[in-house]
């Protein structure tokens, strides 16, 4: 077993409690922006709340939810980022009682359940929750009162209709109403602001319960303390250093501990500005507006961020510019001159021109696009974490930050590889005052998840390597063991594959033989529009042998690279997008659950769905579902139809009888070998581009010895010069 604890680089913020986030930034930064947002995505004016603000508005909260609950009650919170969602937040967590963030993206059939087991008293929520809300308010008996967030969704008429089905509902409100009951403007101004806020939780006690992805039942309900929290917010401070007075751009949802922690509480320590995403179509405009200094974001953002800028230099004509100047700005740093911003200054112009850090996390970020905005002089460090660590666990920081791999554990966190030998993978082990509690109502999975001794098992699989930056190579639990018992960790396979530009997605699996042999098999999203580029066919049909002959090829490169037993076997594609969590992972539990009913429904087994588009067959299921529905019942028309079309199948059958035997299997020869030939042809033509590749690659190794060889002879000069000229002063 080998065990790690991170470093402390830097001096972290002293931030032991939540409350002291508020009282810190009362005095250290009373007069700066806090959090800034637009009422309406087309208003051209930002409302701007200093900390001061801040601080008032989680007091009046605070006094205001006295007044209709006792404190300790949960309190749940659902909607879109926003000002009021991060007051509600503060004012609950730091003291009065248990915040419970759920996921604006679940269906309402989820929320009512979670809801359920939260056990929350209060809700308060965005406009398009109210139904549900008010629904679950009649039904559900823990739900005493209701709190509607007032946002762009609240139109004026339905505010008014609202209004009207509520004038009786003692127990509704509206946000900016429920915080004038408050009464305590004179305590504002007389008493000292650490008496105003309620008393810092017990270092035992619940401050948030947050579920994890999944459906309502199989979700994880995660226990965290303030301790777990503001232990993982100095521990991250105490790994990076930032420019002081910094703005961030909140992207993700806030429900998420990954932005929570990293974009939220960690900002406010800081004292941040936070300016609030209109949303994913205008996270370019807002970066340039506000001039963000750093985003927190996860892989599908940044891989679409990097397209945006490839497509716009495709468009002005100078993708070729961009590429050469990504050469460039990596030779004159690998001699130790550092000019990337200046070579893409109009690039990071685009993007704010004050871009510098981006922490990615959540998921895996292939090294194309880790390498690309290094190339462009932005730091993007990729942590790891999960919510039963607060979250995160490790990461690359400002003073290591080693590419393709998560970083080393964060500051005063240990981490244990649970391997046999050094250097080989295993499970990655937990132990840091930011480990959970445990899971709400749910000691056996408890007791599973922390052993006897404190440590964390996250169920990932990882390897420390150089610098003790951590690698993941996978899931225990998504992990293939193959008949001969060697083990296959499907995320190893699933990064090379989404490194190919037109695959956009891919899930890999084993799939069980009834002979007991465990196929590695993949499911392929791909982009149709690069699969046409790379196919040559931009218009018209884009045939089914087409894609498969291409797929077959990439599978091929790719299963030349890896051991023979982790060779992908069977693969299928399909056009439409796998079902995702909010921070763009992949549910792979119900993708499985989907294509185990496919399977049972087209009774086809691996081999006859190899290469195959699969979104014909949901077609077909879904056909013969609706004709199932429909019942045996045929219209007169629907008869005529019928002996229509056996008119025609007999034509046909008769046309088929004049052709030969032999002549059907030349034909099909004959189709085989052009296939072939094609196939062939495009394998020779890559071969031959990347001789071309290589070539290039060693012209420009060549220039950058000779560009390396000048600096050194320039350098050698200087020293002589500088002892020439000690020797005449010596004489």
Not at 135 to 150: A, P
Not at 251 to 262: A, D, G, R, Y
Not at 511 to 536: F, N, W
Request: aromatic share 6%; with cysteine.
């Amino acid at each position: 077993m080998e065990i790690i604890t991170g470093k402390t680089y830097y001096q972290a913020p002293p931030i032991f409690y939540l409350r002291d986030l508020l009282l810190e930034g009362l005095s250290k930064f009373n007069d700066r922006v806090s959090v800034a947002y637009r009422k309406k995505r087309s208003d051209q004016l930002l409302v701007e709340k200093t900390y001061d603000d801040l601080y008032r508005d989680v007091v009046r909260m605070q006094y205001s939810l006295r007044k209709i609950v006792k404190p300790g009650n949960r309190i749940a919170v659902v909607g879109e980022n926003s000002y009021k969602w991060m007051v509600t937040y503060l004012a609950v967590a730091s003291g009065f009682g248990t915040i419970v963030p759920l996921d604006r993206l679940l269906k309402h059939e989820e929320l009512g359940p979670m809801l359920d087991r939260s056990g929350a008293s209060v809700v308060v929520y965005d406009a398009p929750f109210h139904s549900l809300i008010h629904t679950l308010k009649k039904d559900n008996k823990t739900i005493s009162h209701s709190i509607l967030m007032e946002s762009e969704e609240l139109t004026e008429e339905l505010e008014a209709e609202i209004r009207n089905e509520n004038k009786e509902d003692s127990d509704f409100y509206f946000f900016h109403e429920f915080l004038t009951t408050a009464d305590c403007e004179q305590d504002l101004e007389t008493k000292s602001a650490d008496a105003l806020l309620c008393k810092a939780h017990g270092e035992d006690e619940i401050c948030a319960i947050l579920f994890t992805s999944g459906t309502s039942s199989s979700a994880k309900a995660v226990m965290l303390t303030e301790k777990n929290l503001c232990s993982n917010v100095r521990s991250l401070l105490g790994s990076v250093s930032f420019d002081d007075n910094i703005s961030a751009l909140s992207i993700l949802p806030l429900h998420h501990t990954f932005e929570n922690t990293c974009g939220f509480l960690s900002m406010l320590a800081l004292g941040a500005r936070i300016d609030i995403c209109d949303g994913l179509r205008y996270v370019s405009k807002n970066l340039k507006e506000h001039q963000t200094y750093i985003i927190i974001a996860v892989p599908a953002l940044l891989k679409g961020m990097k397209r945006a800028i490839e497509n716009e230099a495709k468009r002005k004509g100078q993708a070729r510019k961009l590429r050469l100047g990504m050469r460039l700005a990596r030779a004159l740093r690998f001699i130790g001159i550092d000019r990337r911003r200046e070579i893409f200054k109009d690039v990071l112009k685009e993007l704010g021109g004050r871009l510098q850090i981006i922490i990615s996390g959540a998921a895996s970020l292939d090294k194309n696009t880790l390498r690309f905005f290094d190339a462009l002089g932005i730091n993007v460090l990729q942590g790891y974490g999960l919510t039963e660590a607060s979250p995160v666990v490790s990461g690359g920081n400002t003073k290591v930050n080693i590419l393709g791999t998560v970083g080393q554990p964060i500051a005063d966190v240990t981490v244990a590889i649970d391997n046999d030998k050094r250097g080989e993978p295993g499970e990655i082990l937990v132990f840091a005052d930011s480990v959970m509690k445990g899971y709400l109502d749910d000691p056996e999975a408890t007791k599973e998840a922390i052993d006897e001794a404190g440590w964390l098992h996250t169920g990932d699989i990882g390897r420390v390597g150089r610098k003790n930056s951590i690698s993941i190579t996978g899931r225990s639990k998504s992990m293939i063991v193959l008949e001969s018992g060697k083990k296959v960790f499907p995320e190893e396979l699933e990064s090379l594959l989404t490194q190919k530009e037109f695959i956009k997605d891919s899930l890999v699996f084993g799939q069980e033989t009834s002979s007991g042999d465990v196929i590695i098999t993949a499911k392929l999203v791909v982009d149709e529009e690069k699969i046409r580029e790379r196919t040559g066919k931009h218009d018209g049909d884009l045939s089914e042998a087409d894609i498969r002959e291409e797929l077959a090829i990439m599978i091929e490169d790719i299963n030349r690279s890896l051991p023979s037993f982790k060779g992908i076997r069977s693969y299928f594609y399909s056009f439409q997008d796998m079902i995702k969590t909010t921070t763009m992972k992949v549910r792979r539990g119900m993708e499985m659950d989907n294509l185990q009913a496919l399977y049972e429904q087209t009774k086809e087994n691996w081999q006859a769905l190899r290469g195959a588009n699969i979104d014909k067959y949901a077609e077909e299921s879904l056909a013969e579902n609706i004709k199932h529905d429909s019942g045996e019942t045929k219209s007169a028309d629907t008869v005529q139809a019928n002996q229509t079309s056996s008119v025609i199948a007999k034509k046909t059958d008769k046309a088929k009888q004049k052709t030969t035997v032999a002549e059907r299997m030349r034909l099909r020869e004959l189709k085989r070998a052009r296939r072939r030939y094609h196939r062939d042809l495009r394998v020779i033509n890559r071969l031959h581009e990347d001789v071309q590749k290589k070539r290039t690659h060693l012209a420009e190794a060549e220039r950058e010895l000779r560009i390396r060889e000048a600096v050194l002879e320039q350098r050698l000069n200087k020293i002589k010069h500088k002892i020439e000229l000690g020797k005449r002063t010596e004489k």
